[in-house]
């Protein structure tokens, strides 16, 4: 009789039998209660792999996605082939594929991509019923900490590759907040804002260098050399993209020598719908006792001044932005942008007599570029015919009731001052 009068209670308290069988719960850091719903999206950071797990039911709507609309980071990788009765999508990638970007904090690597959907329309349809979105996903690695308890061995390292340890340099682009402090969360920017890029190279136990954006190109894509594309940075390290109604600069003085930090004004490329741009900066490193030179600095141009100004070194080094050729006498020169082949994220080791460089090709991206909302101004515009026509008929009907005011008293006026005499019988 226990168990009956117990769900005697729970009829007469709720009126149901689901709170006398609740779901299971779990408790996050807060101490709160939450649902053991699975997530929409699974990440999984293995040692050399990233296993992402997609639930089709992505929205939660009950709406299942199809899996061809899914893909992983800027190369567009496809997922697994699976089944129609299965319920997820999956994706098993490694690391440093599918244009997955890395970058290194103090005590950690930090490898970050992004699961895009975008939907198509299925056969001879031409709408759409579910949503494009953009999943940010990143896996954190500790850069330090011994996973084993017994000895390292050996325990001494040849010379050759100490060497080759301390040269190995980590290239890097990213979106900054506008105070410089923290990375930006979100790549949404409206026309009229401003970009705050910083490049950086983590040195390691490197002799001190100093790193250059030699040039910096914007496309549509991932591959910097499509069309159409927009200069930021050519020459070797001029910002042209200054030169014209943008007020795009390096910021001086810098923070480090390894670090390099710069503006770009938002714009969108002419005729074209899409709004997602990609900016890939070539950027190199040189001893931080040489001295910039043509080939080696970083030039902003100073609309107030009209001339080009150095962030550090002699101000001769940016004569020769102007004229859009910049080299030592005797070095030959680059080949220009449409002559160089592509080759993202690749990375060239030049030893000089007096110098080693180290350069790279590192792509920040995507960014939204939207254009301005619609403002008052514009919606002022588009009801003023209606307010013009209004207002010449209110000036219509004033002007009539006027002029037939004055027509009437002028004449009384003029009856008043011409009476009429009466005629008399003896005439």
């Given at each position: ?52 797990t ?56 930090v ?10 329309p ?60 923290s ?31 030699d ?60 709004n997602?741009i ?24 100073s ?9 550090e ?5 940016c ?15 680059r ?32 960014l ?60």
């Open positions: 009789m226990r168990p009956s009068y117990r769900l005697f209670l729970c009829f007469l308290l709720w009126g149901s039998t689901e709170l006398c069988n609740p779901q299971p719960v779990w408790y996050d850091e807060s101490q709160r209660l939450m649902p053991s719903e699975p997530p929409a999206v699974m990440v999984e950071c293995r040692e050399a792999q990233l296993v992402v997609v639930s089709k039911d992505l929205f939660g709507t009950g709406k299942l996605i199809r899996p061809a609309d899914l893909t992983l980071g800027p190369d567009n990788c496809e997922p697994l082939v699976s089944m129609d009765t299965d319920t997820v999508v999956r994706f098993e990638v490694g690391l440093h594929t599918c244009g997955n970007s890395v970058q290194v904090t103090d005590d950690a690597l490898y970050s991509t992004f699961l895009l959907h975008n939907p198509r299925a056969g001879n349809l031409s709408i759409l019923r579910t949503n494009r979105a953009e999943v940010p996903i990143e896996c954190r690695y500790p850069r330090q900490g011994n996973v084993s308890s017994r000895a390292i061995l050996p325990t001494w390292l040849p010379f050759r590759t100490t060497m080759f340890s301390e040269e190995k340099l980590v290239f890097s682009l990213r979106l900054m907040e506008e105070n410089w402090n990375e930006k969360t979100t790549p949404t920017f409206q026309l009229g804002d401003r970009a705050y890029l910083q490049a950086h190279v983590h040195t390691g136990s490197h002799v001190p260098l100093r790193l250059f954006v040039h910096c190109v914007a496309t549509l894509t991932p591959n910097w050399n499509t069309f159409p594309y927009h200069s930021i940075v050519d020459f070797h390290g001029c910002l042209v993209d200054g030169l014209t109604d943008a007020s795009s600069a390096f910021k001086a003085p810098r923070p480090r020598p390894e670090t390099l930090q710069f503006t770009v004004d938002v714009f969108q490329f002419a005729n074209d719908s899409r997602t990609y900016i890939t900066c070539h950027l190199k490193v040189t001893s931080v006792d040489q001295v910039p030179d043509q080939l080696n600095k970083a030039c902003s141009f609309k107030s001044s009209n001339r080009w100004s150095p962030v070194g002699p101000a001769d080094v004569r020769c932005c102007n004229k859009g050729s910049c080299g030592n006498p005797g070095h030959k020169r080949q220009s942008r449409l002559e160089r082949q592509p080759a993202p994220r690749s990375r060239r080791h030049v030893t000089g007599d007096l110098s080693v460089t180290e350069e790279a090709d590192v792509t920040v991206g995507p939204i570029f939207l254009g301005k909302t619609r403002d008052h101004g514009v919606e002022g515009s588009a009801a003023s015919p209606r307010s013009v026509m209004l207002g010449l008929g209110l000036a219509t009907v004033v002007s009539l009731t006027l002029a037939t005011t004055i027509l009437g008293l002028a004449g009384r006026y003029r009856a008043a001052s011409h009476p009429v005499c009466p005629v008399s019988a003896s005439q």
